[in-house]
């Protein structure tokens, strides 16, 4: 049974960081891509981040570049989401996604099951 279990959300002080892992199960990321999701209150859901499974293509949407960090972990079949230099408007519900397509251009696509998410809240 393919399963997403997220953690590591919670509230942080803007400019602060966190890192989110995705531990999977029931497959293998050796051979699936993994996205990263987030919805906020009232908006639209936005594909942020994805690695591809040998791991050379990575994505980032424009508003997280350069504070945002996806990496895999194959031996704990685990992928992480470090994010750094955090904002209000990071502020959202995080998915872990298993994707068909991880474009370095075009971000990810093809998405075949999602984790429960976890919350990240940016407030001072």
């Known amino acids: 049974q393919v399963q997403l279990v997220e953690s590591g959300g919670g509230l942080v002080q803007p400019g602060g960081s966190l890192r989110l892992s995705c531990a999977a199960s029931g497959f293998s990321l050796d051979n699936s891509a993994i996205g990263w999701f987030r919805q906020a209150p009232g908006k639209e859901r936005q594909g942020v981040s994805c690695?591809?499974?040998?791991?050379?293509?990575?994505f980032y949407v424009a508003s997280v570049k350069d504070r945002f960090t996806i990496s895999r972990d194959k031996a704990k079949n685990t992928v992480y989401l470090q994010m750094n230099r955090l904002k209000s408007e990071d502020t959202a519900v995080y998915y872990c996604v298993r994707v068909i397509v991880c474009s370095s251009r075009d971000g990810p696509s093809g998405m075949t099951s999602w984790g429960k998410g976890t919350l990240v809240t940016v407030s001072s």
């Open positions: 690695i591809s499974s040998i791991g050379g293509n990575t």
